[in-house]
Nanobody
């Protein structure tokens, strides 16, 4: 069983900053790609940013230059530093991790999701 624990969501004023954290735990050998997604009110879930184990990153156009994704491989943890927040960033943010994990005596690989953390940006 792999679990993702998210933290850092809050309510802030436009222009403010937040740092989200997500730690993968359980019978994990390693985490591979990790990322953040979000679902705004009345909208479909969208990709925010991803990062490979080697540190290569990708960002949605809407957050480029404002958000930074990073990770600590030893802790199987991914972070999202969010600066210059806008009201349109208001959403539930979800952590995702592609993990290689122990299942009994076997190694397996699969995607796991956190339950989400609320980010609210007011104007």
């Amino acid at each position: 069983q792999v679990q993702l624990v998210e933290s850092g969501g809050a309510s802030v004023q436009a222009g403010g900053s937040l740092r989200l954290s997500c730690a993968a735990s359980g019978s994990i050998l390693s985490s591979n790609a990790m990322g953040w997604y979000r679902r705004a009110p009345g909208k479909q879930r969208e990709l925010v940013a991803t990062i490979t184990r080697g540190g290569r990153t990708n960002y949605a156009d809407s957050v480029k230059g404002r958000f930074t994704i990073s990770r600590d491989n030893a802790k199987n943890t991914v972070y999202l530093q969010m600066n210059s927040l806008k009201p349109e960033d208001t959403a539930v943010y979800y952590c995702n991790a592609d993990c290689t994990y122990y299942s009994g005596s076997y190694l397996r690989r699969g995607d796991y999701w956190g339950q989400g953390t609320q980010v609210t940006v007011s104007s």
